[in-house]
């Protein structure tokens, strides 16, 4: 089983530090678990700028994976960004 290293974006880091901390730590746990495989409620996505989204909670986790590593590129809150 491959192992991947995860990178943040600063828009994704700017994301995180707006969101209370137990929700922004609930996101980042999630996101941890991406290094062992794409597990979790993803979808590959079609005409947009990054390739999957991972779905958690009221929150969607935008990302691309680039090689053996996961590009985290921002967080959205459907109908607006956080």
């Known amino acids: 089983m491959a192992n991947y290293e995860i990178s943040y974006s600063a828009r994704a880091r700017e994301d995180l530090d707006r969101l ?3 929700q922004a ?3 980042v746990k999630k996101i941890g678990r991406l290094q062992s495989g794409l597990h979790g409620d993803i979808k590959r996505l079609q005409q947009h700028d990054v390739s999957y989204r991972l779905r958690m909670g009221d929150y969607r986790v935008l ?3 680039v ?3 996961y590009h985290h590129s921002q967080n959205q809150r459907p109908g607006r960004c956080v």
């Open 63 to 65: 990302f691309d994976v």
């Open 20 to 22: 209370p901390s137990r």
């Open 67 to 69: 090689g053996g590593s």
């Open 25 to 27: 730590g609930q996101i």
